[in-house]
């Protein structure tokens, strides 16, 4: 059987492919949604432990960073405030590590919070590097600005990171509210950096100054519109009208703008655009957590459904794969069964002759395709054994031909016999009657072909024997149908008879052997013909030391004569081994080829007990009838014979008596011919021996 995937696995991996597929997307999507809502969540946590800390440090940096433009300005020196700022940021700092080191925001952060957050803290770190520098007076505007404003765009960037993830809606909004916070920082940049310039800025501050004044204007139209109504209200309060002024005064150099005018106009306004972050702030942190909520009983909804949909499917899909699968395989069973039993019996029962009946249609399912291909199985099925009926009347009409022929044939072998024997008998010319010994021999040999052709015709030999014959005389008349006859020697073996049915069809299977064996083995070879009682029955060996069988070809005639031969007219080698087959199996008779240690081969045939009667019985020799029949003289005892044809007992001088021409009869001269022959023949068979 060839090797190869099964049906039920073809389907499976055909279900499997696509539930898989949908498994995975609905996990995905599951996972997706719920780690959404998980983020959010997430986000409550951070804004919490992380954000509520950064604001207020923020806020602090940006007041000490205004403190230190005092500092650095002419004339505005406050330590007491510079120290009071400075205090406010360090506390701050502190609250926001022990903050960050809690389980709840070290969970919530994913690995880039993480990293934005250690990128804050390090820029913290150097905070004391910078005051440093201050109390040193290293700084100028430009810089003092720059060195605070690395704590500020850490922290923003840590916010980006804050992604609140399918709400695109609450996304925006903080987006927003961080644009505004980035605002303030601005406005906190112009505060310092015009201070510390103690309000006359230099060409190069004031060129930064209008960057930063510029962008702070863009980035804040942003922010109002990124967010809502409700977050955008704290921010209506704030007083940005008149640091915008003061910030174009200076930049137009309209006049002088003192440090206390400058923060008169800048202070409120950064006063109340905190509060409005910190309003803002609170309201959106509101609005998170509710909306992780609600996220998350989406996400599970969804889930629960999606989950329930897929097993749904999986059901459904191995229900209808199942069912396919069923069908499948009892289409399959179906199609082997009829192609490995029924046909089979169909067309057995057909060679035997009997009627048979159209199998049972083949079982179909309920799929249409399956449905098709179980009709097209039964339409083969339907055309097979029409054909198996088309040929077994054509092998019957061939066989009734040929049996036709043969009893024709048989018919006119039989009469030239006759005709041969009546010739026989009226004829006193040794010549004559040599050359009619001959031509009866051949005669004999055509009758014996004639039979075979009967028998493979699937008819009977029609000869019968009303009494049992001795084997060793059944041998003698087999050998005598060959041709090279004088080549084989039948030697002396246990008395032994077969039953009269028997040895017309025992003679002719003995007779093919025989002739096989002269065929192949040279002229001047032996064959030999011996035998004895077994456990079984009775065995005959027939060797002969010709050119013998390959392995191969041994072994396809032992399988051959082994089974129940079937004449087929398309196949005509080996005719005699067909006919000793068929032969073998209406007597139950088993043959069988091997080498001989010879060289050639030895045919083994063993009769059964059913075949043999006892030794007792005292057997019939071949009368009359039975020899004129096997073309043979008729013997008058049983002697071991060493030659093939049986021949009457010679005078002990080898040679017969000769009587007056007058007083012989035609029996007796032939009897007298046939006599002289055989001791020339065993004459030259001792000298050869010696």
Known sequence: MASGRSIRSKITLLLVIPLVSLVALWGFAASATSGDALQLLKIDSLWGGVVSYTNPLVYSLQNERLASAVQLSDGQSDATQLSKSRLATDQARQALLGSVKSDSVQSALTPEMRRQLDAVLAAIDRLPSVRLQVDDEKLDPAKLVLEYAAVSDAVHRLYDSFAIGVDMELNRRAKGLIAADQVRELLSREQAMVVAADAKPSHFVLHQLAKIHGTRTWLYQRAMGDMDAELRKPFEKVPFGPADRAVTILLEMRGELTPVIWRASVDPAMTEYSKAIETAGGLLSARIEPAGMTILVRAALTGILGLIAVLVSIVLAIRMGRGLTRELAGLRGAAQEVAEVRLPHVVQRLKNGEQVELPPPIPSGTTTEIIDVAAAFDTVQHTAVDAAVGQAKLREGVADALRNLARRTQSLVQRQLKLLEEMQGQ??????LSRLFKLDHLTTRMRRHAEGLVLLA????????????????????AAAQVEDYTRVRVYPMPEAGVVGTAVADLMHL??????????????????????????KGFAVEIEDRGFGMTAEDRDAVNRRLAAQPVFDPASTERLGFAVVG??????GIQVTLKPSPYGGTTAIVLLPSELMESAQQDPAPLTEPVAVAAGLPRRTRKTAMPLAAPTPEPPPV??????RQGERSPEQARATFSALQSGWERGRQEETDE
């Not at 009303?466 to 005389?473: F, P, S, T, Y």
């Not at 080898?654 to 009587?659: F, I, K, T």
């Open 427 to 432: 004829t006193d010319d040794p010549d004559s």
């Open 458 to 477: 699937g008819g009977s030999t029609g000869r019968r024997w009303r009494r049992g014959v001795a084997v060793e005389e059944v041998l003698a008349g």
């Open 510 to 535: 003995f007779a093919e052997l025989v002739e096989n064996a002269t065929s192949f083995s040279a002229p001047t070879n032996e064959v030999s013909v011996r035998g004895e009682v077994v456990g």
């Open 582 to 587: 068929m032969l073998a199996a209406r007597h």
């Open 654 to 659: 080898e040679l017969p008596r000769r009587l």
